[in-house]
């Protein structure tokens, strides 16, 4: 079974240009988070899809990242313009649906090392 | 404001030798994660921890919880080179009612083991 796959693993970008950043679930997960780490800092939650739906998006930090999952199936985060302060480590997880408190434990992809200089 | 703060950021240790990194929570939270990172690789999951006193274990690594305390401790024995990696303690917000899906995580320990 594959795992999450993210793409591209590195991408180094302009200040001001854009960057779309792409994550593939595991099949048949229909939770679909994004988190974000910067240098020397938390990892942290940016938001939530339940299939194409945006169950949380919280955790984004302005108006300049967009996430879509159309279809439900993968999803993709976009940075337009993106700044200096943008950069770090984008990381995609997946789950099963949870019906009730149970534990449907999150699978990490690898992330997605953004550099804007 | 659910905060999770690990320590140490940094260890060197040798091989052979025991170490404990910490894990402290803000609020009241019943499931705590531990995860593995290696460069430029995923998150691997190593424990779940589901309820207060819980203990898990796996080869030289120990995970224990305790939910008064809000504390979780991750127990490194006889420590060897392959278990150099950057570990991350989080806590599910949901589960503590803060409202919000997803995990805090803690800014990771940077565990490097010398021969």
């Known amino acids: 079974e594959a795992g999450v796959t993210q793409f591209p693993s590195h991408s180094v970008i302009e200040k001001g240009q854009t960057v779309t950043l792409r994550c593939d679930p595991i099949s048949g997960h229909d939770n679909l988070y994004w988190y974000r780490r910067v240098m020397g800092k938390e990892i942290k939650f940016l938001l939530h899809?339940?299939?194409?739906?945006?169950?949380?998006e919280s955790g984004m930090p302005n108006n300049r990242f967009l996430a879509e999952r159309t279809g439900g199936t993968y999803s993709t985060l976009k940075v337009q313009p993106a700044e200096l302060e943008d950069s770090g480590v984008y990381f995609c997880?997946?789950?099963?649906?949870?019906?009730?408190?149970?534990?449907?434990?999150?699978?990490f992809g690898q992330g997605t090392r953004l550099t804007v200089v | 404001e659910l905060k999770v703060e690990q320590n140490p950021l940094f260890l060197s240790m040798q091989e052979g030798k025991n170490y404990t990194i910490y894990c402290n929570y803000s609020?009241?939270?019943?499931?705590l994660y531990w995860y593995r990172q290696d460069p430029g690789k995923s998150l691997e999951s190593l424990f779940v921890l589901l309820s207060n006193g819980a203990v898990k274990q796996e080869g030289r690594l120990m995970a224990s919880l305790d939910t008064k305390a809000r504390l979780s401790t991750l127990h490194i024995t006889a420590a060897v080179h392959d278990l150099s990696a950057t570990y991350f303690c989080a806590v599910d917000i949901w589960y503590s009612g803060g409202g919000a899906d997803g995990l805090t995580f803690g800014k990771g320990t940077h565990l490097i083991i010398q021969p």
């Open positions: 997880a997946s789950s099963h649906r949870q019906s009730h408190p149970s534990v449907p434990e999150a699978f």
């Open positions: 899809f339940v299939k194409e739906s945006k169950q949380d």
């Open positions: 609020t009241t939270s019943d499931r």
